[in-house]
């Protein structure tokens, strides 16, 4: 019995003691500043295992293909290179000063699994600059870019400038028809994460920013009209989400590049807030 009064006492005070923390402006939060030895031992421990425990169940495809390795590079150039640079290519100035700072892919080609590359490129990594592409880029797509990277330890520098000024421009991907996919609200939840909605709207049931530059969605599947100018019915909100500036030329909502898929799913999940 007094054991366990010690231990929820002890657990009271380490809660504490971490609150007093939060509020306290003693950690460094800049960019500048490293993580100290044991925190980033613990961090890129949990960064290796978390990525290599979910990648175990991915089956790899073939990946030797010529016509693969060409379009990873396309993509790789469009997408990459600005924040993890290219065989005698520096990132983009911007991505010099992130933390922890995004790394050369040639190591981690060998040191990483096609799997577990495919894994970080398809879903990012928290707390890093690293984005989820799962939500931009078609499966395809992502293993292209994961062939590539692959070949990256064996690309000197004047190889990659050839490579570059040989290979075709990059055509966009076949996306498969609307009607493949099942309506989801629950994917929509998630989808909204990937397109900044929270920067700009309260959005009940989803943790984040929660800012209030546009209008709240609390209980938006029940009112009468979008943005005060649509009836508000599925195929008006697909067309708000998708290009809100053609129903509304002097909206501050931007056109995020929602797809139709994604759009029809955040539709769906907005449509439950009742
Ligand atoms: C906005 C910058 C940014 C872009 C764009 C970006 N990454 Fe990253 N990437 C990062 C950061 C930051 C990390 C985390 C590094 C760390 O945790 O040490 C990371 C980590 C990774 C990792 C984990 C391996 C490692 O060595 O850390 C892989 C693999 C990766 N990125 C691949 C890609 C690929 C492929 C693309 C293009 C589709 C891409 N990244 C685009 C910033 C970026
Ligand atoms: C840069 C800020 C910004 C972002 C990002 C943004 N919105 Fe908006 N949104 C607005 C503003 C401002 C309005 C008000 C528009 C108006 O009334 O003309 C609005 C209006 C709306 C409305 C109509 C609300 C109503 O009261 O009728 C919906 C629904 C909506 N946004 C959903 C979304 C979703 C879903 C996302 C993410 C895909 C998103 N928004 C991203 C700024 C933003």
């Known amino acids: 019995m007094k054991i366990a009064v010690a231990l929820v006492c002890a657990v009271i005070a380490a ?38 425990a979910r990648a175990a169940a991915i089956d790899v495809p073939p990946l030797t293909s010529a016509a693969l390795g060409e379009r990873g590079l396309r993509l790789y150039d469009e997408h990459c290179v600005q924040c993890h640079g290219a065989p005698g290519v520096a990132p983009s100035p911007f991505a010099l000063g992130l933390l922890p ?4 892919l040639a190591a981690t080609a060998i040191h990483w699994t096609p799997a577990e590359i495919f894994w970080t490129v398809r879903n990012g990594l928290k707390m890093t600059a690293m984005p989820a592409w799962k939500f931009r880029l078609p499966e395809a797509d992502l293993w292209a870019i994961v062939a590539f990277v692959k070949q990256l330890p064996l690309i000197s520098a004047p190889e990659y400038a050839a490579l570059r000024r040989l290979s075709a421009p990059l055509q966009p991907a076949a996306v498969p028809a609307l009607q493949t996919f099942d309506i989801d609200a629950q994917r ?22 929660q800012a209030a530059v546009g209008p709240s969605l609390d209980r938006i599947g029940t009112r009468a009209f979008i943005a005060g100018v649509l009836p508000n019915t599925p195929e008006n909100m697909i067309r708000w989400l998708r290009d809100p500036a053609a129903v509304d030329p002097r909206t501050a909502m931007p056109d995020l590049y929602v797809t139709e898929r994604d759009a029809r799913d955040i539709a769906a999940y907005l449509a439950t807030l009742r």
């Open 15 to 52: 809660m504490g003691a971490a609150i007093a923390f939060a509020y306290s402006g003693f950690y460094d939060v800049s960019a500048t500043d490293q993580h100290t030895r044991p925190v980033y031992w613990l961090l890129e421990k949990t960064t290796r295992a978390s990525v290599a």
């Open 188 to 209: 929509g939840k998630d989808a909204l994460l990937q397109y900044l909605c929270l920067t700009c709207h309260e959005i009940p049931g989803v943790i984040g920013i």
């Open 101 to 104: 700072a995004p790394g050369n």
